[in-house]
């Protein structure tokens, strides 16, 4: 009788004397070390897939308050525009930022109190350097 080729499993013959595959029975040791691993590869991989989805949920939530921030921003500068449109909201900001007088006005800057003395007019004006006192 020649050799069995090697791809084929052994052959045992069956009750009707068809040939039958060998069963390979595993012992309980060994399907328990299977099922250990494979839980515990199941456990890593949700453990994985539960940690990306917090940070997802924890980066939609910076998201939406940001959202949040920025349609009230939207909102205020809304508003802002509609108040500086009328001609009333222009000469506003015209005299605040810019400065800015009609022909007929004049204007008039406080002058800070310097010195000692802490009295305006009586210390030395502001931007100029002291002049040396007599003692």
């Known amino acids: 009788m020649s050799p069995a080729p090697l791809d084929r499993p052994p052959v ?9 595959r060998k069963r390979v029975r595993f012992s309980a040791e060994v399907m328990f070390i299977v ?20 940070a997802l949920l ?3 939530e910076e998201m939406t308050q940001r959202l ?9 500068l ?3 525009l509609d108040l500086l449109s009328t001609p009333a909201g ?3 900001l015209a005299r605040e930022r810019l400065g ?5 006005e004049v204007v008039i800057y406080p002058i800070p109190a310097t010195g000692p003395e ?8 502001a931007g100029l350097p002291a002049a040396p006192r007599s003692p």
């Open 68 to 76: 949040q921030e920025l349609e009230r921003e939207n909102r205020r």
């Open 100 to 104: 800015l007088v009609k022909p007929e």
């Open 58 to 60: 924890q980066k939609e």
């Open 35 to 54: 099922s250990v691993v494979f839980c515990v590869a199941l456990s890593i991989i949700y453990l994985s897939r539960y940690s990306a989805i917090r």
């Open 12 to 20: 045992v013959a069956g009750e009707e004397g068809q040939p039958r």
């Open 90 to 92: 222009i000469e506003r």
């Open 118 to 125: 802490g009295v305006m007019g009586m210390g030395e004006p």
């Open 78 to 80: 809304k508003e802002n």
